[in-house]
């Protein structure tokens, strides 16, 4: 019985020990989730950034083109 009971506990320890590793292994997978949340937050506004930077600049060379196609159509 006593035996018995020397093993009911050494169980028990040993579930609290993988119940304490499992609840870190949680918290390293949470933390990285919110990690990767974050740069995929950072990486979309990133892209959006960049996306409008190559509008400009798009923007800016056929705006120069056009300027320069009416100065030669009027002489200037």
Known sequence: MLST????KLGQKTQEQVNIKLDKTL???QKEREIDEKNKK?????IRDMKM???GLVG?????L?????RMLMGI
Do not use: M, P, Q, R
Not at 66 to 70: D, K, M, T, V, Y
């Open 66 to 70: 056009i300027i320069a196609l009416l």
């Open 5 to 8: 009971l020397n093993e009911i």
């Open 42 to 46: 950072e990486n979309d506004k990133n």
């Open 27 to 29: 918290d390293a997978i």
């Open 60 to 64: 800016t060379i056929f705006g120069s």
């Open 53 to 55: 930077w190559v509008l």
